[in-house]
């Protein structure tokens, strides 16, 4: 066996090890991201996982998961202490506490059913407030400390279906001398309706909910915060205005426009009192203010608004409040997500990006690029382990840079009444809201306000060694876009009756072929960009494509269980090989050229041989054969040492090809898994799934 897979004995002396290396991804919902006080690390979702990433260098990556699906929320407490992560989908609605010090999980919290809505830590990192979603309704207040429970209260029945956009703490509640009493306040926003809680932690955890007279006012909230005093709540909307509501008087003194797409995220800086009324005096935080007929308090905001403006001003005076503007930036994709720190301001978009933000540049600087659908493919370049491409349900192609896990550039084809617009430029230019995808505004955590995507790439093809790549798409077209600059050079409208599932060009650069939905396979001229042949025998879906060294074979394989061989010079079908049951979902060719491997939905990964119509040896994906894991995608090392396979499980395994036994399996994906591919080099592997994330693996043998 160990010939025939051009295998080595010597091989099985080595002990191989799959390392995770690096995540590209980013989920790009509300608070998604947060930086440390001190400026130094970054903590954001991807997938399921939560990354710490230094802000001096990508290739410091640290990762956590307490969550076995998608992690949907996330807050940081004032000192960077502590994190919290929540799933909001899928059925383990915890709320996870990490010691961000140990990078380990210090409790979690299981009292809510279906699934958690919103959020928010004390200030003085002592209680965790939770609320649940529409179906549970309960408001839970848990001790830092201990894990246990506080208070344990319900939503009115008055939002019944409503479910919590956003909540906040506000510190201790003043009485109207400015005192402290004792007591904690903290605010819900549910839909159109605002409600103030206060707890009294002496009695019982008490809660007790307080009068909220806004007048005519009425909105969609989307985020609230509390001045650093906790005199005065901020509650952001989506008619892009924010509303200042007297927490001592529970009554709107102000509503101030700022954005015209909403605000989408609230970030308040210390609280400033001052005895002149200026607002520029030098106490903050909790601190007792100066009386006397001038004292004033003042707060400087950082709002996020739907249309990508950020703005930092000062709300001058809290007994009449004003909103003063003084900087402002612009993004891509609304500002989802504000974070402070020593080092400026750290600002996650609806549009998968990350930037930071410097007060006196009015440039926002990209630190983090991620996909807003699933990544269908990834193609390595043929001669270069650093460079790759993926395609992903936003309906954009880019080409990354492994070595400092950037976007070299994109490419995407515009939407709105069937135009279609030529690639971006490089990975510095925006792409707007509208000309591409991802989940659009009403998809959970997604505020990004961005429309569905008209096609989206499945398939890629790199052109040799030309900075070129041939991308097979949703809507039946060809395209061909260049991996410097992300232009689109040409394209073949039409190419298939449905969407093209697999893509290969021929080593000679002469031709490359595509397969489609219907059981076609189509040989086209690279330079003409025209038809040459079309081979049609299979019946059902064709899920892979593999060319022989010889430009001269082709192998298919479909969902009718049959791996046809085909001669490009005839058009004729040469050898077929058929599986007894169930669909095949992947294939790849041994570098021997004699033997290749599938799976399928028959669970298996099978191991053929071209001469042979019926697989030589047959090894189950999982251990236990009553298991429902399938394998969707299947990829083989250049040296024809291993093979990797990813599917339903979410889980990548490597394999050993001369035994066909696994030798490791590698958990980071929170979706199915929809491709695997390895280096050049074989050094590294890449996998992609319905998480929008890519996974780097460091391959040691």
């Not at 609320?131 to 001790?143: A, F, K, L, Q, Y």
């Not at 003042?298 to 739907?306: A, I, R």
């Not at 595509?514 to 076609?520: K, M, W, Y």
Request: hydrophobic fraction near 35%; aromatic fraction near 6%.
């Amino acid at each position: 066996m160990a010939s025939a897979m051009n295998g080595s004995s010597a091989s099985a002396a080595v002990a191989p090890a799959l390392e995770l290396e690096h995540i590209i991804g980013f989920n790009a919902g509300y608070g998604h991201c947060a930086t440390h006080p001190s400026g130094e690390s970054l903590y954001y979702l991807a997938g399921g996982n939560v990354i710490c990433e230094s802000t001096t260098s990508v290739h410091e990556q640290t990762f956590m998961r307490g969550t076995d699906g998608e992690a949907g929320l996330m807050c940081l407490s004032t000192s960077g202490r502590f994190l919290v992560t929540a799933q909001t989908t899928g059925g383990c609605p915890d709320a996870v506490v990490w010691d961000m010090v140990t990078k380990t999980v210090k409790f979690r919290v299981s009292e809510h059913e279906h699934k958690l809505a919103a959020m928010a830590m004390s200030s003085d990192e002592k209680l965790l407030l939770t609320v649940g979603g529409r179906e549970d309704r309960r408001i839970v207040v848990w001790d830092v400390a201990s894990g246990g429970i506080v208070s344990l209260s319900h939503l009115s029945s008055a939002e019944h279906g409503a479910e919590a956009t956003a909540c906040a703490w506000g510190g201790e509640v003043e009485d109207v001398k400015r005192r402290k009493t004792g007591q904690y306040q903290f605010a819900i926003a549910i839909g159109c309706h605002l409600h103030r809680y206060t707890l009294n932690p002496r009695e019982a955890g008490s809660i007790a909910m307080q009068r909220t007279a806004i007048g005519n006012v009425a909105r969609k909230w989307t985020s609230l915060a509390y001045a650093g005093t906790g005199d005065l709540l901020f509650a952001g909307s989506e008619t892009g205005d924010v509303t200042v509501i007297s927490t001592l008087e529970g009554t709107g003194l102000k509503t101030l426009k700022v954005f015209n797409a909403g605000v989408r995220y609230i970030a308040v800086h210390a609280t400033q009192v001052a005895a002149n009324g200026t607002g520029d005096g030098g106490d903050g935080g909790f601190r007792y203010a100066r009386f006397g007929g001038h004292a004033t308090r003042s707060t400087t905001l950082t709002l996020g608004g739907g249309g990508g403006q950020v703005v930092t001003g000062v709300v001058a005076d809290h007994a009449n409040p004003t909103f003063k503007p003084q900087e402002e930036w612009t993004l891509s994709g609304a500002a989802t997500a504000l974070s402070l720190s020593a080092k400026g301001v750290t600002a996650g978009t609806g549009a998968g990006n990350v930037f930071s933000l410097t007060s006196g540049d009015p440039h926002p600087h990209k630190l983090i690029t991620s996909a807003l659908g699933e990544v269908h493919c990834v193609a390595y370049h043929p001669y270069q382990s650093d460079r790759f491409a993926t395609g992903s349900a936003d309906g954009v192609f880019r080409m990354w840079d492994l070595s400092g896990y950037s976007e070299i550039c994109h490419g995407a084809v515009g939407c709105g009444e069937g135009r279609r617009a030529r690639g971006t430029q490089p990975a510095n230019t925006t792409l707007r809201e509208g000309n591409f995808g991802g989940q659009g505004s009403g998809a959970a955590g997604r505020q990004g306000g961005l429309a569905p995507a008209v096609a989206a790439p499945r398939c890629i093809a790199h052109v040799g060694q030309t900075d070129t790549a041939v991308t097979g798409w949703s809507d039946g077209a060809i395209r061909c876009f260049d991996t410097i600059d992300g232009e689109m050079h040409w394209d073949v409208p039409n190419a298939m009756a449905g969407a093209v599932t697999d893509l290969c060009v021929t080593q000679n650069l002469n031709n490359f072929v595509t397969s489609g939905e219907h059981g076609e396979v189509k040989v086209w001229n690279l330079k003409t960009h025209t038809l040459a042949m079309e081979l049609k025998e299979h019946k059902s879906k064709i899920t892979g494509l593999q060319l022989c060294a010889d430009d001269r074979h082709l192998l298919s394989c479909s969902k009718d269980r049959s791996i046809l061989t085909w001669d490009l010079t005839t058009g004729q079908r040469v050898a077929t090989n058929m599986l007894s049951m169930g669909q095949i979902h992947s294939m790849f060719l041994c570098a021997n050229q004699n033997n290749f491997l599938t799976t399928g939905s028959d669970r298996k990964v099978s191991l053929w041989d071209l001469r042979q119509a019926e697989p030589v040896r047959q090894v189950d994906i999982h251990q236990n054969v009553y298991s429902e894991t399938m394998a969707y995608t299947i990829s083989g090392s250049h040296d024809g040492r291993f093979f990797a396979t990813g599917g339903n499980d979410q889980v990548v395994t490597l394999w050993d090809q001369a035994t066909l036994r696994p030798i490791q399996q590698g958990v980071a994906h929170t979706s199915p898994v929809s491709q695997v591919r390895f280096a050049p080099d074989d050094r590294q592997l890449l996998s992609c799934g319905g998480d929008r994330c890519v996974m780097v693996w460091n391959l040691y043998a």
